[in-house]
């Protein structure tokens, strides 16, 4: 198969998982977001400046809202833990997993392909808990968000000062949703790439006749 042709072919498999991660992470942060801005009360901005105005942020409830709902976006995209199964990017892992048995097998030449290869039932946990760079799906993307809680809390400090007019407020806030969603959706986009490419290679390999698959072993051991 043409290189270009082969790559189009692993976008139609990759874009329709990004868009609909897209479509989440956009208003979740948003929804994060104008849970933060309420946060935003007077006695915060009254607060004195420093370790008083974070701990009267901190113990807005808007505050705590604004931090779940990134948290219940982690999971969505990716569990809650690293060793988690559950999320889109874990569902994606298992299409591109049978998906790559389709596309091996018009690529792969008659005489080394294993024509008894097929996708496993039994090996979808494996696919879904893959690491890659030796991280987890979770581990992979939880950094990301734990940045976007920190800069948050920091925009809200800042925020919080009484010199601050509510225009400002409200576009300081608007530059941090834009800056973390556009973070998230990088790195998921990052990640369901790697992982098909990742999943690719792995069942390339399974394709191969396995007295083929020894041969190889054997040479490059």
């Known amino acids: 198969m043409n290189p270009e042709v082969a790559e189009k072919a692993r976008l139609d498999i990759v874009t329709p998982w990004v868009k609909r991660a897209e479509r989440k992470i956009v208003p979740a942060v948003a929804n994060a977001a104008a849970h933060a801005e309420k946060a935003l009360t007077r006695s915060a901005i009254d607060a004195a400046n420093g370790r008083q105005t974070w701990r009267t942020l901190n113990g ?26 559950e999320g889109l990017v874990q569902d994606a892992r298992v299409d591109f997993y049978r998906r790559a048995f389709g596309q091996w097998r018009i690529m792969i030449p008659p005489e080394i392909l294993d024509a008894n290869a097929k996708p496993k039932s039994q090996c979808e946990d494996s696919v879904r808990g893959l690491t890659i760079f030796g991280l987890s799906p979770y581990q992979t ?6 940045t976007a809680k920190r800069n948050l ?6 925020a919080a000062s009484e010199s601050m007019s509510p225009k400002q407020r409200s576009e300081a ?16 986009a990052s990640l369901l790439s790697n992982s098909e490419v990742a999943i690719a290679t792995m069942v390339g ?17």
């Open 60 to 85: 807005q409830r808007s505050h705590k809202a604004a931090q779940d709902r990134l948290d219940e976006l982690c999971e969505w995209l990716v569990g809650k833990t690293a060793v988690g199964l």
């Open 141 to 146: 993307l939880e950094p990301t968000f734990a």
């Open 153 to 158: 809390m920091v925009t809200l400090n800042a």
């Open 173 to 188: 806030l608007d530059s941090w949703q834009s800056r973390a969603s556009q973070a998230i959706y990088q790195k998921t």
């Open 205 to 221: 390999h399974e394709m191969i006749r396995p007295e083929l698959r020894a041969k190889s072993a054997e040479n490059a051991a």
